[in-house]
Protein backbone atom coordinates (compact mmCIF):
# COMPACT_ATOMS: atom_id res chain seq x y z
CA UNK A 1 0.00 0.00 0.00
CA UNK A 2 0.50 3.25 -0.63
CA UNK A 3 -0.48 6.46 1.50
CA UNK A 4 -0.28 10.29 0.39
CA UNK A 5 0.01 12.79 2.88
CA UNK A 6 -0.99 16.40 1.66
CA UNK A 7 -0.27 19.17 3.69
CA UNK A 8 -0.42 23.25 3.08
CA UNK A 9 -4.36 23.93 2.21
CA UNK A 10 -5.83 27.08 4.33
CA UNK A 11 -7.43 29.88 2.87
CA UNK A 12 -6.22 33.19 1.08
CA UNK A 13 -7.28 36.12 -0.66
CA UNK A 14 -7.96 36.79 -4.49
CA UNK A 15 -4.60 37.38 -5.93
CA UNK A 16 -2.26 35.61 -2.61
CA UNK A 17 -0.44 32.25 -2.57
CA UNK A 18 -0.50 28.76 -1.34
CA UNK A 19 1.53 25.86 -1.67
CA UNK A 20 0.45 22.71 -1.69
CA UNK A 21 2.41 19.46 -0.99
CA UNK A 22 2.40 15.57 -1.22
CA UNK A 23 4.56 12.92 0.34
CA UNK A 24 3.90 9.14 -0.64
CA UNK A 25 5.28 6.76 1.77
CA UNK A 26 4.96 3.01 2.26
CA UNK A 27 6.26 0.17 0.67
CA UNK A 28 6.90 1.70 -2.84
CA UNK A 29 8.53 0.28 -5.48
CA UNK A 30 8.46 3.31 -8.09
CA UNK A 31 6.08 6.04 -8.88
CA UNK A 32 5.20 7.52 -12.33
CA UNK A 33 2.97 10.46 -12.46
CA UNK A 34 2.01 12.19 -9.74
CA UNK A 35 -0.62 14.97 -9.93
CA UNK A 36 -3.09 17.17 -8.21
CA UNK A 37 -7.12 16.99 -8.66
CA UNK A 38 -9.70 19.43 -7.29
CA UNK A 39 -13.44 18.71 -6.71
CA UNK A 40 -15.14 22.11 -6.32
CA UNK A 41 -18.95 22.05 -4.55
CA UNK A 42 -21.70 21.15 -7.39
CA UNK A 43 -18.92 19.82 -9.94
CA UNK A 44 -16.87 16.48 -10.90
CA UNK A 45 -13.66 16.22 -9.77
CA UNK A 46 -11.22 17.59 -12.24
CA UNK A 47 -7.18 17.71 -13.12
CA UNK A 48 -5.43 20.71 -12.39
CA UNK A 49 -1.63 19.35 -12.74
CA UNK A 50 0.30 16.53 -13.30
CA UNK A 51 3.80 15.76 -13.85
CA UNK A 52 4.91 12.47 -15.07
CA UNK A 53 8.41 11.11 -14.52
CA UNK A 54 9.69 12.50 -17.82
CA UNK A 55 9.30 16.18 -15.95
CA UNK A 56 6.72 17.76 -19.02
CA UNK A 57 4.10 18.76 -16.88
CA UNK A 58 0.51 19.67 -18.45
CA UNK A 59 -2.12 21.69 -16.58
CA UNK A 60 -5.75 22.49 -16.81
CA UNK A 61 -6.21 25.79 -18.59
CA UNK A 62 -8.35 27.65 -15.69
CA UNK A 63 -4.56 27.22 -13.89
CA UNK A 64 -2.23 27.80 -17.16
CA UNK A 65 0.20 30.78 -15.84
CA UNK A 66 -0.76 30.94 -11.95
CA UNK A 67 0.23 27.41 -11.13
CA UNK A 68 2.98 25.43 -10.94
CA UNK A 69 3.74 21.64 -10.34
CA UNK A 70 6.97 19.97 -9.54
CA UNK A 71 8.64 17.07 -7.94
CA UNK A 72 11.49 15.69 -5.61
CA UNK A 73 11.96 11.86 -6.57
CA UNK A 74 14.21 11.46 -3.83
CA UNK A 75 11.16 12.64 -1.04
CA UNK A 76 8.67 10.94 -3.19
CA UNK A 77 6.99 14.23 -3.26
CA UNK A 78 4.94 16.20 -5.60
CA UNK A 79 4.23 20.23 -4.96
CA UNK A 80 1.70 22.56 -6.06
CA UNK A 81 2.67 26.50 -6.31
CA UNK A 82 -0.70 28.60 -6.64
CA UNK A 83 -0.01 32.21 -7.44
CA UNK A 84 -2.82 34.82 -8.10
CA UNK A 85 -5.79 32.48 -6.82
CA UNK A 86 -8.91 33.71 -7.63
CA UNK A 87 -12.27 32.84 -5.69
CA UNK A 88 -12.89 30.02 -8.28
CA UNK A 89 -10.02 28.00 -7.33
CA UNK A 90 -12.06 27.15 -4.21
CA UNK A 91 -11.97 23.17 -3.69
CA UNK A 92 -10.65 19.98 -2.16
CA UNK A 93 -7.61 19.29 -3.73
CA UNK A 94 -6.63 15.59 -4.14
CA UNK A 95 -2.71 14.14 -4.52
CA UNK A 96 -2.75 11.13 -6.78
CA UNK A 97 0.23 9.35 -7.88
CA UNK A 98 0.54 6.10 -10.21
CA UNK A 99 2.76 4.18 -8.21
CA UNK A 100 4.14 0.17 -7.79
CA UNK A 101 4.36 -1.37 -4.53
CA UNK A 102 7.54 -3.76 -3.64
CA UNK A 103 5.16 -6.19 -2.60
CA UNK A 104 3.63 -6.34 -6.21
CA UNK A 105 5.85 -4.67 -8.76
CA UNK A 106 4.55 -6.08 -11.93
CA UNK A 107 1.73 -3.30 -12.56
CA UNK A 108 0.54 0.06 -11.68
CA UNK A 109 -1.93 1.47 -9.54
CA UNK A 110 -3.15 4.71 -8.42
CA UNK A 111 -3.27 6.16 -4.97
CA UNK A 112 -5.90 8.83 -3.61
CA UNK A 113 -4.61 11.51 -0.61
CA UNK A 114 -7.53 12.09 1.88
CA UNK A 115 -7.46 15.78 0.47
CA UNK A 116 -7.13 19.39 0.97
CA UNK A 117 -9.35 22.32 1.47
CA UNK A 118 -8.17 25.33 -0.33
CA UNK A 119 -10.55 28.04 0.17
CA UNK A 120 -10.09 32.08 -1.54
CA UNK A 121 -12.12 34.26 -0.60
CA UNK A 122 -12.44 37.85 -2.65
Known amino acids: QVQLAESGGGSAQAGGSLRLSCAASGSIFSINTMGWYRQAPGKQRELVAR???????NYADSVKGRFTISRDNAKNAVYLQMNSLEPEDTAVYYCRCLARTRTYQTDWSIYWGQGTQVTVSS
Open 51 to 57: IPSSGNT
